[in-house]
């Protein structure tokens, strides 16, 4: 393996697979797929999603809508809560593309109803159970009266309400997400009602985490599903039941570079400014920042439970494992570890290689 300094490796195979699997899904359901780039942050892998006809998409923010425009997208929307520090950028990309915006005050509208330069389709952030960021569901009051502002603007269209069950990530198994979802078209429900009784008779709904998006087959009351991290996958979706292991398609190659006999450890080049410092917990209380995994004819193999990543810090980890693998380790040798949290660490590290060699920027700018 010809790497020296720590590196993202993405599967294309996987990817498309995973792809394919959400572009089925949301046909079957009759809903738009406008998937969120924020995982990939990559021109190369918004190209693979053009094969199978994506041609809009979702962001976080807008300079990265500014680099996906630059790359030829024309369809986007930010899904963050407009910044109107940023309302000089925004008009220029809205001379250039169908920008889409994400208000969840008052005080949001009114300022882009007197400085937006262009008409803009505008979408509502509801809070359906996340507790993040929007308006929260069952203050209808205040969201019908953002509603009938925007509809009043010369400027602005009404295009409905955003959601993100966010806290679909904390489940631990397929039912507690599909609770979560249950309880969010629930919550879908009523506000369409509410939206029809005031005369809003033709509002669409835009959802959007990993969790319920793999999981879930009852999409009843959504319009369009913008999940992101299913590109790639990773342990957090692992452990809540969201993918398999043989879907997850990133893995960080790091060198090793010291071993302890004493405590059977293993210090990698790959720390907090590679990783980022998400985390998942063991039933016994163990933290993983991530699991080891070897590489065969090109394949992935599962991976060793027993062989973790324990700490991080800077730019230093350290490496749990069992005395065999310990063994068969050298200094200099390159590990394969699967990272806890994909976006956090594409962000981080800003390049990928695929599996067959080629390198790509993983971060649009």
């Given at each position: 393996?010809?790497?020296s300094t720590?590196t993202?490796?993405?599967?294309?195979?996987?990817?498309?697979?995973?792809?394919?699997?959400?572009?089925?899904?949301?046909?079957?359901n009759?809903m738009a797929?406008?998937?969120h780039?924020?995982?990939?942050?990559?021109?190369?892998?918004?190209e693979?999603?053009?094969?199978?006809?994506?041609?809009?998409?979702?962001v976080?923010?807008?300079?990265?809508?500014?680099?996906?425009?630059?790359?030829g997208?024309?369809?986007?929307?930010?899904?963050?809560p407009v910044n109107?520090?940023e309302i000089e950028?925004?008009n220029?990309?809205?001379?250039?593309?169908k920008?889409?915006?994400?208000?969840?005050n008052l005080?949001?509208t009114?300022?882009?109803e007197?400085?937006?330069?262009?008409?803009?389709?505008?979408?509502?952030k509801?809070?359906?159970?996340?507790?993040?960021?929007?308006?929260?569901?069952?203050?209808?009051s205040?969201?019908?009266?953002i509603?009938?502002?925007?509809e009043s603007?010369?400027?602005?269209?009404?295009?409905?309400?955003?959601?993100?069950?966010?806290?679909?990530?904390?489940s631990?198994?397929?039912?507690?997400?599909?609770?979560?979802?249950?309880?969010?078209?629930?919550?879908?429900?009523?506000?369409?009602k509410?939206?029809?009784?005031?005369?809003f008779n033709s509002?669409k709904?835009?959802?959007?985490?990993?969790?319920?998006?793999?999981?879930?087959?009852?999409?009843?009351?959504?319009?369009?599903?913008?999940?992101?991290?299913?590109?790639?996958?990773d342990?957090t979706?692992?452990?809540?039941?969201?993918?398999?292991?043989?879907?997850i398609?990133?893995?960080?190659?790091?060198?090793?570079?010291?071993k302890n006999?004493?405590?059977m450890?293993?210090?990698?080049?790959?720390?907090?400014?590679?990783?980022?410092k998400?985390?998942?917990q063991?039933?016994?209380?163990?933290?993983?920042?991530?699991?080891?995994?070897d590489e065969?004819n090109?394949?992935?193999?599962?991976?060793h439970?027993?062989?973790?990543?324990?700490?991080?810090?800077q730019?230093?980890?350290?490496v749990?494992t069992d005395?065999?693998h310990?063994?068969?380790?050298?200094?200099?040798d390159?590990?394969?570890?699967v990272?806890?949290?994909?976006?956090?660490?594409?962000?981080?590290?800003?390049?990928?290689?695929?599996?067959?060699?080629?390198?790509f920027?993983a971060k649009?700018?």
């Amino acid at each position: 393996m010809d790497i020296s300094t720590p590196t993202i490796i993405i599967d294309k195979d996987i990817v498309l697979k995973n792809i394919q699997k959400m572009v089925e899904k949301t046909k079957k359901n009759n809903m738009a797929f406008r998937p969120h780039f924020k995982t990939h942050q990559s021109i190369e892998v918004g190209e693979w999603f053009k094969d199978f006809g994506i041609n809009y998409i979702t962001v976080s923010s807008v300079s990265m809508a500014k680099c996906f425009a630059n790359a030829g997208w024309k369809d986007i929307t930010i899904a963050f809560p407009v910044n109107i520090l940023e309302i000089e950028d925004i008009n220029k990309l809205s001379e250039k593309i169908k920008l889409n915006l994400l208000v969840n005050n008052l005080e949001t509208t009114e300022f882009l109803e007197q400085n937006i330069e262009k008409s803009t389709d505008i979408w509502i952030k509801v809070d359906v159970g996340y507790h993040r960021a929007g308006i929260p569901w069952n203050n209808f009051s205040y969201i019908l009266e953002i509603a009938k502002k925007i509809e009043s603007s010369s400027k602005l269209n009404f295009k409905g309400i955003l959601v993100h069950s966010g806290n679909s990530y904390k489940s631990s198994s397929k039912s507690e997400i599909l609770e979560v979802h249950t309880e969010a078209l629930e919550r879908i429900g009523s506000l369409r009602k509410k939206f029809s009784e005031n005369s809003f008779n033709s509002i669409k709904v835009s959802a959007g985490d990993t969790p319920t998006a793999s999981v879930a087959d009852d999409f009843e009351g959504i319009d369009e599903l913008r999940p992101g991290n299913f590109v790639y996958y990773d342990l957090t979706q692992l452990k809540n039941n969201s993918c398999s292991e043989e879907e997850i398609a990133i893995r960080v190659a790091c060198p090793v570079v010291s071993k302890n006999k004493e405590t059977m450890e293993l210090v990698i080049y790959g720390g907090g400014i590679h990783f980022s410092k998400d985390v998942i917990q063991t039933k016994s209380g163990e933290y993983i920042f991530g699991y080891l995994t070897d590489e065969v004819n090109g394949k992935w193999k599962p991976m060793h439970k027993d062989s973790y990543v324990t700490s991080l810090s800077q730019e230093h980890g350290i490496v749990k494992t069992d005395k065999e693998h310990f063994e068969n380790i050298q200094v200099g040798d390159v590990l394969l570890i699967v990272p806890v949290h994909s976006c956090m660490t594409v962000n981080a590290m800003g390049k990928f290689r695929l599996t067959t060699g080629e390198e790509f920027e993983a971060k649009c700018s």
